[in-house]
Structure formats: C-alpha cells, structure tokens
C-alpha cells in the first residue's frame, strides 16, 4: 500500500490560515469517512487532532477544522500560532483492512 | 483514563527478531483494537498492525511475512514481534489504541488514540 501524499512543508504568519492537502485513491481516503489528522511536536509522540474527516476531539482547538473532496482530504488552521509549529500526518483505513499514514508535512510559523 | 506504554529492548542485532510489549493502564485491553506504528528517524509515521483483543489481526503487507502481534489480556498487555530484521527496521516503535465502528461483521478503523510515549529500537550489530 502507498503512503498518502501531503505536501512536505507549509509555512504561514501568525493570525493566518494554512491548508495541508492529504492525497490518496478512492480504495483509502475517497472510498471511506474515517480520515484522521496528527499533530507531532520533535521528540513526541502524535497526538490526535481530527477524526471521521471533520470531527474535533475534546480539548482540541477550533482553529483546526477538515475537510474531504473526492480522494482528497485537507486539515486547515486558522489564526495560526507559533505553538502550531510541527509535523502534521493525515490517515486513512483502507479498502483492504489496513491504515495508512500520510508522508506528512511541516508547518512553520514565520 | 487510558495510558499506554512500550517496553523492550533498545538494541537488536541483524537478522534476530524484535520484540516489544505495550502495556495497557486506566482501562482494559478487552473490547477495543489496538495498534502498532512506528517512525524511522526524521521520517514518517508507517502504520504496522491491528490486533483484536479477541486475538484476530491484520498486518501491513510490506511487513506481514515478518510481523507478529498478539495479546495477553491477562496481563492486559499486547505484543510485537518482527523477524529478521536489518538496519531498515530502526525506528520508534509506538503503541496505540485504535478508535473503531462495527456494522455487519466488518470494522473500520478511525482513528489512533491515544498513543504510547514511543521506544527507539535501533537494529546494529
């Protein structure tokens, strides 16, 4: 299985919104509602940030919202903060059982 | 609530097996899935497997031919094993729990919460 395709880094200033694109087929990311979003500081583990495509868990920020288009999933934040600051991974569950991760992105605060 | 955590040894020699335990704590290991992903360093994270705590699994198919996970619900704990491993197989090796929906005999994997702190296995002789 491949990985899902996201862009390798995104950059914005403080108080914008950016937008990571999280790519994949209609057998992962197109094919089901269960796209989920990671946020990854340095030296830690991931912590979960999106669920079923659009879904916040408790104790996220609403600055984090997502979205689905066809085989093509996107997490964006707004007011950006310099806290944003990390490597984000979308993941999908599959047509043949499995998961799969994005190849992630980093997003820098200018 | 639940907490997870790795343990096992952070050094394995080529073409020996590597095997680590996620412990589970707060909560029971029964009636959920659970998950083992790992990280080589400055790289991605790569999904490994599921296991049921009933004890059914599923593997990633570029590793199914060396993976093992299995459970110990006794213990409330979950185990992997991944043979002959090489240098390829240095990474981070996290557990976690794996957020499901059921509906007519199939599963469907979520999400992945809430994960373990993560152990760096290095593979070197």
């Known amino acids: 299985q491949s990985a899902l395709t996201q862009p390798a880094s995104v950059s914005g200033s403080p108080g914008q919104s950016i937008t990571i694109s999280c790519t994949g087929t209609?057998?992962?990311?197109?094919?089901?509602?269960?796209v989920s979003w990671y946020q990854q500081h340095p030296g830690k583990a991931p912590k979960l940030m999106i669920y079923d495509v659009s879904n916040r868990p408790s104790g996220v920020s609403n600055r984090f919202s997502g979205s689905k288009s066809g085989n093509t999933a996107s997490l964006t934040i707004s007011g950006l903060q310099a806290e944003d600051e990390a490597d984000y991974y979308c993941?999908?569950?599959?047509?043949?059982?499995?998961?799969?991760f994005g190849t992630g992105t980093k997003v820098t605060v200018l | 609530q639940v907490q997870l955590q790795e343990s096992g040894p952070g050094l394995v020699k080529p073409s020996e097996t590597l095997s680590l335990t996620c412990t589970v704590s707060?909560?029971?290991?029964?009636?959920?899935?659970w998950s083992w992903i790992r990280q080589p360093p400055g790289k991605g994270l790569e999904w490994i497997g599921y296991?049921?705590?009933?004890?059914?699994?599923n593997y990633n198919p570029s590793l199914k031919s060396r993976v093992t996970i299995s459970v110990d619900t006794s213990k409330n704990q979950f185990s992997l094993k991944l043979s002959s491993v090489t240098a390829a197989d240095t990474a981070v090796y996290y557990c976690?729990?794996?957020?499901?929906?059921?509906?007519?005999?199939?599963?469907?994997?979520?999400?992945?919460?809430?994960w373990g702190q993560g152990t760096l296995v290095t593979v070197s002789s």
């Open positions: 993941s999908s569950y599959t047509s043949s059982s499995t998961g799969v």
């Open positions: 209609s057998s992962d990311v197109g094919g089901y509602n269960y």
């Open positions: 296991l049921y705590y009933s004890g059914s699994t």
């Open positions: 976690a729990r794996v957020g499901t929906y059921c509906s007519g005999g199939s599963c469907y994997s979520r999400w992945f919460d809430p």
């Open positions: 707060g909560g029971s290991i029964s009636s959920y899935y």
